[in-house]
């Protein structure tokens, strides 16, 4: 492939790993368990069991696969990666390009129940981040937020949408915030399922939090000490993380498992779960995923990466779940960005477009409906 080329693409996993795949299934070796932890240690046994039994006689592979390929895919090089992407047109003449950012342990699988209504009203531009699935792994550091927030200005540019709308979950929103940082002229509005914001120590922030806020601080507080662990072990020791995660399918289906439990308001699909470990272990991107850690920030707390919070002056919607694992406060969030809209919603979690696809889609088009 030449810089600046678009080829078309379809996932064809060699039928020699996929058999490895179903054999390494076959013989898992499963550790012990104390009776009566629950979610408490982890991955509960049974649930895992359950998964893998599922995985290996319930999951049909072709079927899912034909499902991602019933949408046009592309790859090209950016900035030296390999990037893949979905690229559905809508049938409108005046539809609105649209980028959409996943975050992490995720991949476009998440976007597929949304994809048929959003494409009534946007052009629909879904990758896959760079080191992460189709588009891993990454041959060097550095594919921070910012050089990935370039490189889809670039990939917008060779699609030739030269204004478009910006959309992210997880760490997708903090990319397509920086996309708007960038390039204000050309992104017409920034819609994220939540918004990575904190407090900054500022006189009076926290001066009269609400019954709610106060609630978000303290799951903040939890989340430092308890789920941010998915982050340290992951930004602390990339390599070391990646020697299981390439070897074991299910120490992979495992962390992730966790991660959808812990971060969703419900249990997310299996079948949609185990179609994104598919294309991490297919690809072997775990760890080159992993590595992109190092260079993420998502709080306050992270001293290791040099960063800074640059206003945002494009419009923004923040939509926000629940369970999400963000669950921004809208004080802190309206600091840096501008908010023009703001909807709280009763269920749903960080993986909104999975767990909650009708409300997830009607926000987004309600959102850049407003800003025409």
């Known amino acids: 492939m030449t810089p600046n080329d678009i080829r078309p693409f379809r996932f064809e996993p060699a039928r020699a790993d996929l058999d490895d795949l179903w054999g390494r299934l076959d013989r898992v070796r499963w550790p012990d368990e104390v009776p009566g932890t629950g979610w408490e240690h982890g991955v509960p ?51 609105l390009p649209l980028l ?80 708007g940082v960038l390039a204000p002229d050309r992104v017409v509005g920034m819609h994220g399922n939540g918004i990575i914001c904190f407090p900054i120590g500022a006189p009076g922030e926290l001066d009269g939090l609400t019954e709610v806020e106060q609630e978000r601080m303290a799951f903040r507080e939890r989340y430092l000490t308890d789920q941010y662990a998915y982050k340290l072990i992951q930004s602390a020791r990339p390599q070391t993380f990646a020697y299981g995660m ?46 992109s850690f190092v260079e993420t920030p998502d709080t306050d707390q992270d001293t290791s990466v040099e960063w800074e919070l640059k206003p945002a002056t494009v419009p923004t919607s923040i939509s926000v779940f629940p369970k999400d694992v963000l669950r921004p406060i809208r004080r802190f969030a309206e600091r840096d960005n501008a908010i023009v809209g703001w909807v709280e919603h009763e269920r749903g979690g960080t993986f909104a477009a999975l767990e909650q696809p009708e409300v997830f889609a009607e926000d987004v088009r309600a959102f850049f409906a407003s800003l025409r």
């Open 45 to 95: 046994l049974a649930h895992l069991k359950d998964l893998v039994r599922h995985w290996r006689t319930g999951y049909d592979w072709d079927g899912a696969l034909a499902e991602l390929d019933a949408h046009d895919q592309f790859v090209t090089e950016i900035d030296g990666q390999g990037v893949h992407f979905l690229h559905v047109r809508s049938g409108r003449e005046d539809a």
């Open 100 to 179: 959409i950012t996943h975050g992490w342990p995720s991949s476009p699988v998440e976007y597929l129940d949304v994809i048929e209504p959003l494409s009534r009203d946007f052009h629909l531009v879904i990758p896959s981040l760079p080191g992460y699935g189709l588009s891993g792994p990454t041959r060097e550091l550095g594919w921070g937020s910012t050089r990935i927030a370039k490189a889809w200005l670039e990939l917008m540019t060779r699609l030739g949408y030269e204004r478009f709308g910006v959309q992210g979950g997880d760490w997708g929103t903090w990319i397509s915030r920086e996309i």
């Open 246 to 291: 390439a070897d074991s399918p299910v120490a992979l289906l495992a962390w992730f498992a966790g991660v959808y439990h812990e971060w969703s308001d419900e249990e997310v699909p299996a079948d949609r779960l185990l179609t994104t470990v598919m294309l991490y272990w297919l690809t072997n991107t775990a760890g080159s995923a992993a590595r």
